[in-house]
Each structure stands twice: as C-alpha cells, then as structure tokens.
C-alpha cells in the first residue's frame, strides 16, 4: 500500500468487489493500480487512505533511530515499554511482536479474564518491562487513548503507554482532507473531543442537529416540541458524517443521519431531488458483535451501520456509499499498528528488525478476518520487492506509485507475515461461524462481516485457534523459540 501496489498472489482468493457500490468506489485512487487490481485492492483496503495526503504518509516514517549495528540499551526507558537489561543479564532482541485484541481477550466488560495477567507475566521481564514490542488493537472508540491504556494498565499490572494502543478511530488523524471541513459525529462518549484529538476542527454532534431541527426528532413523542419552534438559519452546511461507534438512541441518529444525507448536509432545507452520490460518510468499527459480561455477544457499530444502510436503500433506492470503513478488519489499521510496533522497536535500540506479528483476537470476522487480510498483503508485497530485487528496480504498477518507492523500503520489506489466533474467551463460538469443511458452500454460513467485505473462508480461519490469551503467548514464544524467564 506504501509504495508498489501489486495483485494478490495467483493461488489466493482475495476479496471481490463490493456489492452494489458500497466502500471502496474511488475510481482515482492513487493506492490502486490499473483495472484488473482496483477491483481486488478496493475490498483490501477498503479505500481506507484513498485521499489520505503524502504528507500525512510520510508522518508514519520510522525516524531511522534504529539501524543495524550494535545494540545498545536506551539511556532511559519507559515503564510498560520495555529497557535496558540489568546488569550480568544478557536480552535477546526480540524478531516478533504481538497484536492484542481487548475486549473478549483481556478483559469481558469490567472484569480482566485471568489468563490475561498469566500472559503479561511471561511478557515482561524482572523489571516489569515488556521484552517484546505490544500493540492493543481495538475497535472500541468511546474513549480516549489515554483512558483506555489506565484501564489496560490497572488490569494488566504493568504501565501501558498511549502510544500503544490503536482505538478504532486513530487512523483518522490521515484523513487531512477533511479536518477543516464541518463533520457532523455520531457515537456516544467523547464523540466530539476524540474528532478534535484526530485533527478535525470544525464539528457539529447529532445533539446539535437535533436542538436546531427540533422537528426532525419524532419518534419519541415525549420530546417532541409542543410548541412550533422559530426557523433556524445559521446553522452550518453538514460536508461530511462521521461514524465513531454505535450511540445512544439508535432511533434519533438514524433519523438525523438520513436527514443529513438526502439534504446534502442541509437538514432544514427542502429539496427537490436526493443528491446522489451523497456527502462523504466515514465509519469506525465494523464489529456486528463483541463480548461484554453477557453469556451472548451485544449488538456492535456494525449492527448499526447494517440499520443505516438498509434504511437509507429503502428510503431511495440507492446503496449507501463509505468515503473510508476503518478499524478491523480494515488494512489501514493493522499498517498504523505495525508502524506503532516499529516505534517501539526504535525507542528500545533493538537492532533487529520485526518479521513476524501475531494477532491475537476472539472475533472471526473483524480480527482473524482483518490479520489473514494483511497477512495476504505482505505476502503479495514481499513477492513484488522480490521481482524488483531481480530487475534492480522498484515494481510499479502506475505512476502515481512511484513517489512511493522509498516508503515501501522502509516498511514491509523487514516484515514478513501477520498470523491470526483465535481465542475462545469471547465472540467466537467453536460450534459455529466457520465451517468444519471449507469447502463447504458459503451459503449455509452466516457471515457477520461487513457489506463490503465478502466472505472468504480463508479469511476468517484463524492460522492457530488456542483456548485464551495466555495459550497464545505460549504458542508463540514455542513457535519463535522464545526462552522464558
């Protein structure tokens, strides 16, 4: 995606297109090499950095602190991200690191699952530092990161930077092209300041709309006016949606939301004719499910966006269309991870480059799903900059790639692959989902992903299914012969 776009390796089946227009339709994506690829890198990437600046890109560059060379401990280090070796002891630089889902992996609501502390334990050293570079991959985005690393810290027993945790809705802060334009924001909890922390400076949230059209709310008959309200006419023209996670009253942002759409962002005016295609939507979390305290896994944001874009079909005909769909199992998430990872890795002084990553998750259709589509990924990028180190060039498939060429040195050439585990302390249930047979026919599979991403079943089988987090580390610490403290 940073540099050489290339097709999906011969003997996969990657994603097909969409289904009736949805995310992914920006037919002059620069990522998107000629016709027979943007059909395939569509799906992959979910059009997720479509417009996403050079600039902005080059931000995620590595600061080429790290070099090969000798290793040599930072002269300070930070709790929880690991340090320099106490004396006489000697540290191995690690080669991998880990992806970790939260809820449903470390925690089920309020409560910490006990495996999760049985697993840091092995994590992190004498010191309590972590002797391997860590990621917190989340699609929850109804907070800050600050907050959601306390929360990780006071369960895990070890100090948990901001700067390693991935909300649904970090990825935005790429999205430059829109922070000076006004959003309106749907979600619940710091809806409004989390846009603001991502770069987006001019936002307007669903109570805003709802207390300047007070006669655009009227499914509950409790809150509707009793009296006539005076016209409002300063109210700012909507250039585009954002969609942080599910909300509070389903029933009041769905409404506005269409409102919004079929008004070309005038909620108060009337229009002759529905403006298709419709101002841009951005969506964070795709999750149809996630696991809380229940014995039954809750609705998620994906539930919501299913209600949304049913609705808006109904209502005109037409398929609702995603400017970006982010947060697992979209690409763009799991590269802002790795680039996380490799900041660590440069904060530590470990001289050997990160090959492998592990992504530990519960959910078969956002997180196992999301790391065997960036494991495809890599895969097609490492064969490419093979080519290339044949021809001694760079492979491009357009020229809008070329500028691109010395990111992808520095990316995805050290890192080899992304595998899934899948754990059963959360959404996944062994008796369902995929089939025993996957040759079985996809039709007698209930596939809880996104619209826009098909079903694959080699997407959503897990390369390593263990029973809890902690089997994972075990698994991987065994599979990288790993030596425990």
């Given amino acids: 995606m940073l540099g050489a776009v290339v097709p999906p390796p011969p003997h996969t089946s990657g994603p097909t297109p969409p289904r009736g227009g949805g995310g992914g339709q920006c037919s002059s994506c620069p990522l998107i090499g000629g016709d027979g690829l943007r059909s395939w890198w569509r799906m992959a990437l979910g059009c997720c950095l479509c417009r996403a600046g050079k600039a902005a ?4 560059r590595p600061s080429g602190a ?9 002269a300070s280090s930070q709790r929880g991200l690991g340090g320099a070796a106490p004396p006489g002891v000697t540290q191995i630089p690690p080669t991998f690191g880990f992806l970790f889902d939260i809820d449903g992996v470390l925690v089920r609501g309020r409560y910490v699952i006990p495996a999760a502390q049985e697993a840091f334990r092995k994590l992190v050293d004498s010191n309590g530092q972590l002797r391997v570079p860590v990621v917190f991959v989340t699609n929850a985005g109804n907070c800050f990161r600050q907050a959601k690393a306390q929360e990780l810290s006071d369960a895990l027993g070890l100090e948990v930077s901001p700067e390693q945790v ?4 970090s990825p935005l802060r790429l999205f430059r092209q829109f922070h000076e334009k006004c959003m309106l924001v749907c979600g619940q909890g710091p809806v409004e300041e989390n846009a603001r922390n991502v770069g987006f400076q001019n936002v307007v949230t669903i109570q805003d709309v709802r207390k300047a059209f007070p006669l655009l709310d009227m499914v509950d008959q409790s809150r509707r006016p009793k009296e006539l309200p005076p016209p409002t006419t300063d109210f700012p023209t909507i250039e585009g949606v954002i969609l942080f996670g599910e909300p509070v009253r389903w029933e009041t942002n769905l409404q506005l939301i269409i409102d919004v759409l079929l008004s070309n962002g005038n909620p108060g005016a009337e229009l002759a004719d529905v403006p298709y295609p419709h101002i841009p939507v951005l969506a964070c979390n795709m999750d149809l499910l996630w696991m809380a305290e229940a014995k039954m896994p809750r609705f998620g944001h994906g ?4 209600c949304l874009e049913n609705i808006y079909k109904k209502v005109t005909g037409r398929e609702l269309k995603y400017e970006a769909l982010i947060g697992k199992p979209s690409i763009v998430t799991y590269q802002y991870a790795e680039y996380l990872i490799k900041q660590q890795v440069e904060r530590q002084g470990w001289p050997s ?7 530990v998750g519960d959910n078969p259709m956002s997180d196992i799903y999301g790391a065997n589509l960036y494991n495809r990924y890599l895969q097609a990028a490492c064969q490419a900059h093979a080519k290339a180190e044949v021809k001694g060039s760079v492979v491009t498939t357009n020229p809008q790639s070329e500028d691109r060429s010395e990111l992808r040195k520095d990316w995805n050439v050290s890192l080899e692959s992304c595998k899934s585990i899948l754990v059963c302390t959360g959404v996944y249930n062994h008796h369902g989902d995929v089939p025993t047979d996957p040759h079985e026919s996809v039709l007698e599979t209930v596939f809880h992903g996104h619209r826009d991403f098909c079903f694959d079943p080699g997407l959503v089988e897990a390369s390593y299914m263990v029973q809890d987090v902690n089997e994972a580390v075990e698994l991987v610490f065994e599979k990288e012969n790993w030596i425990q403290e």
């Avoid at 991935?166 to 809705?169: A, D, G, N, P, Q």
């Avoid at 539930?303 to 299913?306: E, G, I, P, R, S």
């Fill in 57 to 60: 890109l080059r931000r995620w």
């Fill in 66 to 74: 790290s070099r090969a060379g000798t290793w040599a401990p930072p």
């Fill in 166 to 169: 991935i909300l649904s809705h």
């Fill in 303 to 306: 539930t919501f966006l299913v």
């Fill in 353 to 359: 480059p990160i090959c492998r990553l592990y992504a």
